[in-house]
């Protein structure tokens, strides 16, 4: 059985300065697991050569740019507009899900705030993210691996493109993504999550209520290191073993 399309009021909101817009898309991707994104606010100075990519997207994806002219050095208005916006877009009651584009570490108490009110908030910045923030998402998605997971598989007949980058290429092929980048805690994580789940009587558990777990208690997203899907992760993680069963579902069994 199809499972439902997400239906939820997403808001995405971006730090322009601390993001960039080749990324939109992307992002938009990852969105709709949390159902349709009808906000869209860009905020920074728009004086700024800078932001004229932001500019162009504005233009064509209905993005409301929000000017924030910097009053003074050292100062960032545009965190301060976006987290009253935020918490203003909370306290309407409409919004079931929020998009963060940001690398800045300053938003954590702010994601804090959201994820008590049980809204799910995922952010999105690069691999120099502090760990603090990554922490504190719902879950955390490096843009750069994320693009790269989505690029095309193959161009299309006739068509001459550039050679793909290596991270690209990988992605194509959930079998080549690169495992070494996958780092001992999330091994840890889910080693933890499959001893403390239901096995059957051949030592396999169901991989849904082991990813349910991790999400539990990590923002990690299998985005992050090349895989499209948890279950190609652990397919490349020599600790497991994994097993389809008729209905599609997947299961997994440690064997080490």
């Known amino acids: ?131 603090g923030f990554r922490r504190a998402c719902t879950r955390f998605i490096d843009v750069a691996a994320l693009a790269a997971s989505l690029a095309p598989a193959s161009p299309e007949p006739g068509v001459a493109v550039a050679a793909p980058d290596e991270a690209a290429a990988k992605s194509a092929d959930p079998t080549k993504a690169d495992i070494n980048k996958v780092d001992d805690e999330v091994v840890r994580l889910l080693i933890e999550a499959y001893d403390a789940a239901k096995r059957d009587q051949n030592g396999f558990a169901a991989l849904g209520p082991v990813g349910q777990r991790v999400a539990n208690r990590s923002s990690f997203d299998v985005r992050n290191y090349g895989f499209k899907r948890l279950s190609d992760l652990v397919q490349a993680i020599p600790n497991f073993i994994t097993e389809t069963r008729e209905n599609g579902q997947t299961w997994i069994k440690r064997v080490r």
């Open 1 to 131: 059985m199809a499972s439902a399309i997400p239906s939820g009021n997403v808001a995405l909101l971006i730090d322009a300065d601390n993001a960039s817009a080749d990324h939109f898309d992307p992002v938009l991707t990852v969105l709709a697991e949390l159902g349709t994104v009808n906000i869209r606010r860009a905020y920074g100075n728009w004086s700024k050569p800078s932001l004229k990519g932001w500019a162009r997207q504005a233009v064509t994806q209905a993005i409301e740019t929000q000017q924030q002219f910097d009053l003074t050095k050292g100062k960032n208005a545009t965190d301060m507009k976006m987290t009253i916006d935020a918490m203003d877009l909370m306290a309407g009651g409409r919004v079931t899900g929020f998009g963060l584009m940001s690398s800045d570490s300053d938003f954590t108490p702010l994601v804090t705030r959201l994820r008590q009110e049980g809204i799910d908030v995922y952010g999105f910045g690069s691999d120099k993210t502090p760990e």
